[in-house]
T-cell receptor
């Protein structure tokens, strides 16, 4: 049962344009969402996060939008650069009974290619 | 340099031969976790540890064991590996056992092949 879904396995975007990566989740208990970026032969690296009390979080060229009613979040990259070419994982977590976000559930990933 | 170190990075083994993948972090992090990455399935959590001597199952714990005797180390043990455990494994850590920021620091990965 895939609780976090990234329905687009791949995405190609021209350099300078906007990249939009989408993510859907099914577990209504999730209240913290993250995006990670992964280059080949490296571990994932944290990119940006958003709490469920917000609907938008921005960090430079990266903005994450959260639509709780639709259980949907998206990552916008503007402008896209060739160095952004990587696999992007959406992740979600819920606060555990003893406090803290113990289990982080990842999506299947979207491979972004930014064409120069 | 702050890092999460996994060893070995690459391993080919045979069914049933016990193996251990080590993970060590030098950031004094409380929280550590193991994931496996498989095509079409993304990253799935195997086990996690909130602190020394505290471990718990993730989503796919079958066939794996872990231990957390020291804060910096979190080895993944495959007592009797099988071909369906062929995968890319990642160890990750986080400063706070409460994982307040959600920011995980990942190792570079260990590619395991079980024949």
């Amino acid at each position: 049962d895939q609780q976090v879904k990234q329905n687009s396995p791949s995405l190609s975007v021209q350099e300078g344009r906007i990249s939009i990566l989408n993510c859907d989740y099914t577990n209504s208990m999730f209240d913290y969402f993250l995006w990670y970026k992964k280059y080949p032969a490296e571990g994932p690296t944290f990119l940006i996060s958003i709490s469920s009390i917000k609907d938008k979080n921005e960090d430079g060229r990266f903005t994450v939008f959260l639509n709780k009613s639709a259980k949907h979040l998206s990552l916008h990259i503007v402008p896209s650069q060739p160095g952004d070419s990587a696999v992007y994982f959406c992740a979600a977590s819920a606060e555990g009974n003893s406090g803290g976000y113990q289990k982080v559930t990842f999506g299947t990933g979207t491979k972004l290619q930014v064409i120069p | 340099e702050a890092q999460v170190t996994q060893n070995p990075r690459y391993l080919i083994t045979v069914t049933g031969k016990k193996l251990t993948v080590t993970c060590s972090q030098n950031m004094n992090h409380e929280y550590m976790s193991w994931y496996r990455q498989d095509p079409g399935l993304g990253l799935r959590q195997i086990y996690y540890s909130m602190n020394v001597e505290v471990t718990d199952k993730g989503d796919v714990p079958e066939g794996y064991k872990v231990s957390r005797k020291e804060k910096r180390n979190f080895p993944l043990i495959l007592e009797s590996p099988s071909p369906n455990q062929t995968s890319l494994y990642f160890c990750a850590s986080s400063l706070s056992r409460l994982l307040n920021t959600g920011e995980l620091f990942f190792g570079e990965g260990s590619r395991l092949t079980v024949l």
